[in-house]
């Protein structure tokens, strides 16, 4: 008799090939992607029928900051998947480790945001109401900022309380820790479109 809350949380679903939560993860991410999919397209329907104020306001965007933020989230995701890697090597102290590393590198982000680029362009009066491009700058920027602070909620529980789940259902917190991850790298992929979309091009 299966012990399970829920069923298929550790064994994938015959039919799927995955267990719940990953399936859930992935409609979730789906639904994630057709919500920045239409913030793009705005974006980039907004910036056509305004060339000029969108083409004068990208220059006032700090690249070096923007490609900062960049190689820290790409560092992220990569200790993020070694956090998961070292559960399947039953190495719960070097997990705990990256998931540490993850979870500094995503402060990190949001402090460089919000210090250097945020609250810089407000002590200057720059404004989501100064212009289109603003707008859609501080919305995208913001959603995805968001979605950051989501992801430090949870990494936090897993690095903390959560990682008592191991000791009881190593099988499941490993799933929970993939799951997590696929969040983890979905985020980090919007960045990497973000970054040349606003401060590039």
Do not use: Q
Not at 17 to 33: C, N
Not at 150 to 173: A, C, D, Q
């Amino acid at each position: 008799m299966s012990h399970e809350l829920l069923p298929y949380t550790v064994k994938a679903h015959p039919v799927t090939g995955m267990y719940s939560g990953k399936l859930g993860t992935w409609l979730f991410l789906a639904s994630e992607v057709m919500l920045f999919g239409a913030l793009f397209s705005s974006y980039i329907l907004l910036r056509i029928a305004n060339p000029g104020v969108f083409d004068h306001h990208v220059t006032g965007l700090n690249v070096w900051i923007g490609l900062i933020n960049t190689f820290v989230l790409i560092v992220s995701s990569v200790c993020m998947v070694l956090a998961w890697a070292k559960l399947h090597e039953n190495n719960l102290p070097a997990c705990r480790a990256y998931l540490a590393w993850t979870l500094a590198c995503a402060i990190f982000f949001l402090v460089v945001k919000f210090i250097f680029e945020y609250k810089y362009k407000w002590d200057h009066g720059t404004y989501p109401s100064t212009n289109p491009f603003y707008a859609c700058y501080f919305t995208m920027t913001g959603l995805h900022a968001l979605h950051i602070v989501g992801g430090i909620v949870v990494i936090g529980y897993f690095l903390g309380p959560g990682s008592k789940l191991y000791h009881t259902n190593p099988e499941y917190y490993t799933n929970r820790i993939e799951c997590t991850g696929l969040y983890w790298h979905f985020v980090d992929i919007v960045w990497i479109f973000l970054f040349p979309v606003l401060y590039l091009l």
